[in-house]
């Protein structure tokens, strides 16, 4: 029997993770804030100041790679069909290894220590969104997910976990359960204990060159960018400073954000 096709997401990466990042930023009723660092070829110590001098300041750094879900409605999805999950649902569709190695890459980040998440809505339309950010609940309303509460994709197949909000979630294609489920508050208590154990010496000028080198040795896996650009882009990091060396890694090798978590000052 044909799977009925699903819903797809009425809205993009770009407005969902641009709605995500402003509440970040803000983070209503937290203790932290989640600064997003872009990659830029320019010096940290420009006039006027910049993130030489944040990183005076104990922090954090977060990976969060961003994706849409589909909305699944119909009663022979595979999701419903097995028996494993209720509808409606989301489905969020992981990149085949056989066309990227994303998955592994952020694997191999999380697995140095590092704060790694997938983020998926459980919402798919414009107004959903707009009503999400408007509330402040964009975060609330997604799901964090690291990559190894996943784990390394068993074959170059198409893969996807799917999940209710609130709700368990799957991985398939082979039907298992997902120790998933935590959500905004849970990663946030969770990233201010690491912020009191690690926060001083994470944004140490030793901590993000070492980082720096250990993503760009990560990024060597990208198998979809030829290795004169790899070498060109080594080349032109060179001089750079650090932070924006891991923020180029993580935005054009690896797709996905760094941010800088650290206590809202006063």
């Known amino acids: 029997m044909l ?13 969902y993770g641009f709605a995500l990042t402003s509440e970040l930023i803000q983070s209503p009723g937290m203790t932290l804030t989640a600064a997003p660092v872009f990659p830029s070829l320019y010096q940290e110590g420009q006039a006027g100041g910049g ?95 690291r990559p190894s509460e996943i784990g390394p994709l068993p074959d170059d197949r198409d893969h996807h976990l799917s999940f209710q909000s609130p709700g368990p979630g799957r991985f398939f294609s082979e039907p298992r359960p997902l120790r998933a ?9 969770h990233i201010e204990q690491q912020l009191r154990i690690r926060g001083r010496v994470s944004l140490s000028r030793y901590h993000m060159e070492e980082l720096a080198e250990r993503l760009a040795a990560v990024s060597k896996k990208r198998t979809d960018i030829a290795q004169p650009e790899k070498e060109a882009a080594a080349g032109a990091l060179f001089r750079v400073p650090p932070l924006q060396r891991i923020a180029y890694y993580a935005s054009v090798f690896l797709d996905c954000q760094l941010f800088v978590v650290q206590e809202k000052l006063v």
């Open 51 to 145: 993130w030489d001098v944040q990183l005076t300041r104990p922090g954090i750094p977060l990976f969060l790679q961003f994706k849409l879900t589909d909305f699944m409605t119909r009663s022979n999805c595979r999701e419903a069909r097995d028996g494993r999950l209720g509808i409606p649902c989301y489905r969020m569709h992981l990149r085949s290894s056989r066309t990227s190695r994303q998955h592994e890459m952020l694997l191999d980040l999380e697995a140095a220590g590092e704060e790694v998440y997938y983020l998926a809505p459980a919402f798919h339309q414009p107004e959903e969104l707009n009503a999400a950010f408007l509330a402040g609940l964009v975060r609330s309303r997604s799901v964090w997910l």
């Open 3 to 15: 799977e009925e096709p699903e819903v797809k997401p009425n809205i993009s990466e770009f407005s």
């Open 181 to 189: 489920g935590r959500d905004f508050h849970k990663v946030f208590r």
